[in-house]
T-cell receptor, first 113, second 115 residues
Framework: GESVGLHLPTLSVQEGDNSIINCAYS??????FIWYKQESGKGPQFIID?????DKRQGQRVTVLLNKTVKHLSLQIAATQPGDSAVYFCAENYGGSQGNLIFGKGTKLSVKP | DGGITQSPKYLFRKEGQNVTLSCEQNLNHDAMYWYRQDPGQGLRLIYY???????QKGDIAEGYSVSREKKESFPLTVTSAQKNPTAFYLCASSPEPRGGNTEAFFGQGTRLTVV
């Protein structure tokens, strides 16, 4: 989701539940997408990526779903753990003039023990 | 260990001073980037470099300068012209230049505070 001002969207889940974090991307020409995890005071870490010729990709405990029709990306985390608490960013690469990743504002995931 | 290193982790600057943030990578990556992150916001691109001795402005380059004299180094100078420099600065690198569909690897960031 989109953030307003200084407040990030927050998702609060119970430990052991599944989490779903959503992201709407901006450019229909984007062909590569990444999810990053950022813990407080640290740099973003790569979680999983997906190319536009796919609609689903699975990793260890994580799954990314891509719906190009509505320009929507989601990250599913199975059996969420306290260590999963962080801000999660999606990024899109449309290979534009800068050829770099365009980042969403992020969603804060809070896991309750 | 291979990686990307930013220093210092915390930096304090007086108004009117220039400061330089260091970013070094030993991943042999061609492309390097500087981003700025403000509370509750996504990453905004300041400058990027796809090859040694070449760099391009990003979305918010005003008040910043960079150099790319060596492949492994991409220092960022925050000048006195930057009106609101207090932020978290992130350096990143990627193995392929423009258009390559690869992830960016990030450093641990430098938190700059103007006092």
């Amino acid at each position: 989701g989109e953030s307003v001002g200084l407040h990030l969207p927050t998702l609060s889940v119970q430990e052991g539940d599944n989490s779903i974090i959503n992201c709407a991307y901006s450019n229909s020409a984007s062909d590569y997408f990444i999810w990053y995890k950022q813990e407080s005071g640290k740099g973003p870490q790569f979680i999983i990526d997906i190319r536009s010729n796919m609609d689903k990709r699975q990793g260890q405990r994580v799954t990314v779903l891509l719906n190009k029709t509505v320009k929507h990306l989601s990250l599913q985390i199975a059996a969420t753990q306290p260590g999963d608490s962080a801000v999660y960013f999606c990024a899109e690469n449309y290979g534009g003039s800068q050829g770099n990743l365009i980042f969403g504002k992020g969603t804060k995931l809070s896991v309750k023990p | 260990d291979g990686g990307i290193t930013q220093s210092p982790k915390y930096l304090f600057r007086k108004e009117g001073q220039n400061v330089t943030l260091s970013c070094e990578q030993n991943l042999n990556h061609d492309a390097m980037y500087w981003y700025r992150q403000d509370p509750g916001q996504g990453l905004r691109l300041i400058y990027y470099s796809q090859i040694v001795n070449d760099f391009q402005k990003g979305d918010i380059a005003e008040g910043y300068s960079v150099s790319r004299e060596k492949k492994e180094s991409f220092p960022l100078t925050v000048t006195s012209a930057q009106k609101n420099p207090t932020a978290f600065y992130l350096c990143a690198s990627s193995p392929e230049p423009r258009g390559g569909n690869t992830e960016a690897f990030f450093g641990q960031g430098t938190r700059l505070t103007v006092v």
